[in-house]
């Protein structure tokens, strides 16, 4: 069945440094979903990805999808303390279901 | 107004015991889902219903039972709880692939 494999499980950064996650799919994906969930609160939508190749920003986040439509990427320039929480990545197969990645957990040290 | 929401926010039982987790959206989406996410933070999906129609039902055990009166809603019984059933237990709909809307989760904890 269809994997999303997401890391790093963890990241701890200074405030101010960049981080990134990255996600990878068995299969190719018709689209990509990415989510934020804060400590003790609900994963929240951030941002789907549908073309191959396709790059979207909001603010200091980046996202991309890669041109298989397999991989997809988060970064965030700059982190500051609101950043922290688990972001996850969901892959969404042809006609078949989401399947979320394991989420990478990030704490920002200020 | 509440778009996804789940009640009870917080459950604590025994062991054994039987309890329900009910969920109303109000979004007009047609398909609605069930997710346990462990304390590692994974998010595994239980069940999906797309306009009360069962499609997905994952590798649970048969305690757990979803239940669709209208595609407003999807509630979840579980019978017989154990110590492995601790978790939290989001509800979320979308149409479709779009992007899914949580509610805010259920915490349960069994003693």
């Known amino acids: 069945g269809q994997q999303v494999m997401q890391i790093p499980q963890y990241q701890h950064v200074q405030e101010g440094e960049d981080f990134t996650t990255y996600c990878n799919s068995s299969?190719?994906?018709?689209?990509i979903q990415w989510y934020k969930q804060r400590p003790g609160g609900h994963p929240v939508f951030l941002i789907q990805?549908?073309?191959?190749?396709e790059v979207k920003k909001q603010k200091r986040l980046t996202f991309q999808f890669g041109e298989a439509k397999k991989n997809s990427s988060l970064h965030i320039t700059a982190t500051q303390t609101t950043d922290v929480g688990t972001y996850f990545c969901?892959?969404?197969?042809?006609?078949?279901?989401?399947?979320f990645g394991a989420g990478t957990i990030l704490r920002v040290k200020s | 107004d509440t778009a996804v929401s789940q009640t009870p926010k917080y459950l604590v039982t025994q062991m054994g015991n039987d309890k329900s987790i009910k969920c109303e959206q109000n979004?007009?989406?047609?398909?609605m889902y069930w997710y346990k996410q462990d304390s590692k933070k994974f998010l595994k999906i239980m069940f999906s219903?797309?306009?009360?129609?069962?499609?997905i039902n994952e590798t649970v055990p048969n305690r757990f039972s979803p239940k669709s009166p209208d595609k407003a809603h999807l509630n979840l019984h579980i019978n017989s709880l154990e110590l492995g059933d601790s978790a939290v237990y989001f509800c979320?709909?979308?149409?479709?692939?779009?992007?899914?809307?949580f509610g805010d989760g259920t915490r349960l904890s069994i003693l």
């Open positions: 979320a709909s979308s149409n479709s692939n779009q992007p899914q809307h």
């Open positions: 299969t190719t994906l018709s689209n």
């Open positions: 990805l549908v073309k191959s190749g």
């Open positions: 969901a892959g969404f197969e042809y006609g078949n279901k989401l399947v």
């Open positions: 979004l007009g989406h047609d398909t």
């Open positions: 219903y797309n306009n009360k129609e069962l499609i």
